[in-house]
């Protein structure tokens, strides 16, 4: 039984990789059996001897309610680790090799993702996962219909699911490799010889093609909610939202028109990228945006002002500086009655359950295993805390945050001195650098500044509670001989995630984190880039084909959804003349990702998908020089470019190699432009 067995699973897994999997009946048989036996609830039901020969145990696999569950169960598992959209640099380290945050506890891989040092071996667990999903969701699609315990709408259901599933595994690879192969669903005979089920990779237009339609048959019959014991599986709107994504890449300068990558072609020379730009697709990802708004479930998260100190941990509403315009309205006109504060940082610290959250629309919700958010928490924390002082923020992105009022930061020259304990400087404490006093509320969610605080009051002992930390040379959490893998290279660590209550001090506990994978901030702002760059004015059906959504560069609908997520931060609108300028909004907008959605796992792919990364991953990464003790603290705060952290970026950069091992396995798979065909 077990030669046989191996026998069956050797010819499966030939026939999963991306480029030699075709589905036909008996192919699905024998996965359903080998994935049943690996969950190992049915080894005394099914009987290997008469697999074969016996069709009415294989029908019982899918017939039956619970065998069902339990596979679809199983494809839902390859959403973790290496394809979490948010994890700790382990599973995913796309989230710290762009020009905002790194990772410094590793500084020989750290600097090789940076010099494009690293080869076509590295980081390829997800490719093989990924397929093994597809195969997964396509023999659960195929055969769920055969149920006899399930009513008409579940099994509708748990075939949305499962197509959600497999279009995201899809998105996920092509948002990594580029263009990759869809697997046919034709039936073919599962023994003809490998290299004649070899499949070339698809066109990006293909790939968006696809997976869109897929999502959009999947949102038809998911529901608009799940309860909570169902939150982890998709919805109508994760379905529509991840659509939205996919149309939104396609539409980018990367992928519309590139000629760039014209070198980028399959097997026979056809290239795979659009050499001719296309406006339309700018008007399918705003549709497919609007088409989430008019779901009318989903909004964006605020937590109410508290005009005195309710805790510890909900300290009085900081109020922004006074705006004729936004003061005295209510959200989401103004910020009258909202703590912009919290309101962006209870999005990120556990401080809400997933199913309280109106912003998240699709998550995994749960921690990863080993390299979950927690764990980028544990990085985060300083050295003194018992964290690992490691993950931090560059220059670049401390820079990019606006004050308080709207206004940019002042840099040249640079604001000098330090606080005191006034009011005017809340919520700084003493002995910080003015540079920080005065920023937007995002900073001071996102940001942990020389000097910030560290309210740890989960710690047992009271003296481990409320820490002001520096990270001088000499001081615990800086740069020392004693500890030289322990600090934070750019002397400014990284405050998101970080909730007060969490602590690894005697007694503390980690608030459990919710990821976020697509909220509605993300869908705003991919409605209003897709506006901004239309040159045209379309009607694009809706997702349903029952009506049609138009769409055209205007001004007022851009601001419409757009100033909501600047008014939730406390700061004012862009004004008239942004709006008036396609250049001019186009650079706040991709300012307003970088700010609003960092460490979500954006930045690396955004860069690249706008052709910015050549300029912005090229630039020198910048600090505090953490060279300089607290006597020479004016001199800690003049920027130098961090020695330990070369950074350069190369045309093959753009999109990550495809593995030896699947060229080889895979002989009509072409590599991407830059990387080697083979050893």
């Known amino acids: 039984m077990k030669k046989t067995l191996m026998n069956i699973s050797g010819q499966l897994d030939k026939q999963s990789t991306a480029s030699g999997f075709r589905i036909n009946k008996l192919v699905m048989f024998a996965g359903a059996f080998a994935g049943i036996l690996l969950l190992g609830s049915c080894r005394k039901y099914l009987d290997m001897d008469h697999f074969f020969k016996d069709r009415q145990n294989t029908d019982t696999l899918f017939t039956r309610k619970d065998y069902s569950d339990q596979w679809l169960a199983s494809t839902f598992t390859h959403l973790r680790n290496e394809n979490a959209d948010v994890a700790s640099k382990g599973y995913t380290p796309f989230n710290f090799i762009s020009d905002d945050m790194f990772f410094g506890d590793r500084d020989d891989k750290y600097r090789k993702y940076k010099n494009g040092e690293y080869d076509e071996g590295w980081d390829q667990a997800s490719w093989a996962s990924c397929y093994e999903g597809i195969r997964k969701a396509s023999v659960f699609i195929y055969n769920i219909d055969r149920n006899r315990e399930m009513l008409p709408e579940e099994i509708a259901d748990k075939k949305a699911q499962a197509r959600f599933l497999r279009a995201y595994y899809y998105w996920l690879l092509l948002r990594k490799y580029g263009p990759i192969p869809i697997v046919k669903d034709e039936g073919i005979d599962y023994t003809i010889e490998y290299e004649n089920l070899a499949q070339a990779r698809n066109s990006y237009d293909e790939c968006v093609d696809f997976i869109t339609a897929e999502l959009a048959t999947a949102a038809k019959d998911l529901p608009m909610q799940r309860t909570n014991r169902e939150a982890a599986r998709p919805t109508k709107g994760a379905a529509l939202a991840a659509r939205a994504k996919v149309y939104l890449f396609g539409a980018s300068p990367l992928f519309n028109g590139n000629t760039e990558l014209s070198d980028l072609v399959d097997n026979t020379g056809r290239k795979l990228i659009s050499q001719t730009y296309d406006d339309s697709k ?38 922004p500086p006074y705006n004729a315009k936004y003061s005295d309205m209510a959200f989401p006109l103004g910020w009258r009655d909202i703590d912009p504060f919290q ?41 003194s805390l018992k964290g690992w002082n490691t993950h931090g923020m560059t220059q670049k992105q401390v820079d990019v945050y606006y004050m308080s009022n709207g206004g940019n930061v002042p840099l040249n020259p640079r604001v000098t001195g330090f606080t005191s304990n006034k009011e005017d400087t809340k919520p700084l404490q003493p002995n910080v650098s003015l540079q920080y006093a005065n920023r937007e509320p995002r900073f001071y969610a996102s940001v942990a500044y020389n000097g910030s605080m560290w309210e740890n009051t989960s710690a047992r002992k009271i003296e481990d509670r409320y820490k002001q930390v520096f990270y001088y040379r000499g001081y615990p959490d800086g740069k020392q001989p004693s500890s030289p893998a322990f600090h934070i290279r750019t002397g400014v660590g990284i405050k998101k995630y970080y909730n007060p209550f969490d602590s690894f ?18 869908i705003l702002l991919i409605y209003a880039e897709a506006l901004n760059e239309l040159n045209g004015s379309y009607t694009v059906p809706n997702y349903q084909g029952t009506g049609s959504i138009t769409v055209t560069r205007n001004e007022t609908e851009i601001s419409k959804y757009l100033s909501q997520i600047r008014i939730r931060a406390g700061i004012p609108d862009f004004d008239n003349a942004i709006y008036a300028s396609k250049d001019a909004l186009r650079k706040a907008l ?11 796992g954006h930045r690396y792919y955004d860069l690249r998908r706008w052709k910015d990364a050549p300029v912005e991953e090229a630039t020198p990464v910048m600090g505090c020089n953490m060279n300089m003790t607290e006597d020479q603290r004016d001199l800690f705060y003049i920027p130098v470019a961090i020695p330990s952290m070369p950074t350069i970026f190369v045309r093959k950069m753009y999109l990550w190699p495809i593995s030896h091992s699947e060229l080889r396995r895979n002989r ?11 050893d």
């Open 282 to 319: 700018w008007a399918k990802a705003a549709a497919a945006a609007k088409d989430v708004i008019d779901l009318g479930i989903y909004k964006l998260f605020t937590a109410p002002f508290n005009s005195e100190d309710q805790s510890a941990t909900q300290p009085k509403t900081i109020i």
């Open 343 to 383: 309101s962006y940082s209870q999005l990120f610290n556990g401080a809400l359950a997933y199913t309280a959250n109106p912003e998240i629309i699709f998550s995994r919700v749960t921690e990863q295993s080993t390299e979950g958010i927690d764990q980028m928490v544990l990085h985060q924390m300083p050295y």
């Open 505 to 522: 001090m005697e007694g503390g506990f980690v608030v459990p984190k919710v990821e976020p994978a697509i909220r509605y901030a993300e």
């Open 590 to 600: 991709k300012r307003e990702r970088q700010i609003e959605l960092f460490a979500e």
């Open 668 to 678: 009509k798979l072409t590599q991407n432009p830059g990387w080697t065909m083979f």
